[in-house]
C-alpha cells in the first residue's frame, strides 16, 4: 500500500508531521506545508473547494493515532461559509464538520492520503437536503 519509508519513522516524529501539516494549513503557510507534505497534496489543499467557500477555515485535531509510518487523525473544521460550495451560494452561517485521515508518511512527507469526512451533516448545515441533486460548479 505505499511505497514506505527507507527507515522507519519513530511515532513522535509521524505525529509531529500531522500537527505540523495541520499547524500549516490553519496558517496558510504553503512554504511550511511544502515541507511536510507530498508537493501535489499541498498544492490540492492551497487550490481547494473547501478553502475557497470557507476562507476561515481552521482544523482541530481531535486524535491521532500512528502505526509505522501511517497516521489516522480525527479532525474537526470549523469555518464561516462566504464562498460558493458545490453549487450552495454562499450563506454566511458557522459551520462545523468532522472526519478521519489516513495519511501515509514517506521520506519525512505526508503522500497522498485517504479522507472520508461528513459531507452529509456539512450540507444539511448549509440549508441543502442531502437527497437533492447537486451542482458542484
Not at 54 to 61: E, R
Not at 96 to 110: E, P, T
Amino acid at each position: 500500500m505505499g511505497k514506505g519509508n527507507a527507515m522507519p519513522i519513530q511515532r513522535d516524529q509521524a505525529l509531529d508531521i500531522s500537527r505540523r501539516v495541520v499547524a500549516a494549513l490553519n496558517a496558510r503557510d504553503w512554504t511550511a506545508l511544502a515541507d511536510v507534505m507530498d508537493s501535489s497534496a499541498a498544492k490540492g489543499f492551497q487550490s481547494s473547494a473547501i478553502l475557497a467557500a470557507f476562507p476561515d477555515i481552521v482544523t482541530h485535531i481531535d486524535a491521532h493515532f500512528a502505526d509505522g509510518d501511517y497516521i489516522i487523525t480525527r479532525w474537526t473544521n470549523v469555518a464561516t461559509h462566504t464562498g460558493s460550495y458545490m453549487g450552495i451560494a454562499p450563506t454566511h452561517r458557522a459551520i462545523q464538520f468532522s472526519g478521519i485521515a489516513i495519511d501515509q508518511i514517506v521520506n519525512g512527507k505526508i503522500v497522498p492520503m485517504w479522507i472520508e469526512s461528513d459531507l452529509i451533516g456539512l450540507l444539511q448545515q448549509l440549508g441543502r437536503d442531502p437527497e437533492q441533486p447537486l451542482n458542484e460548479s
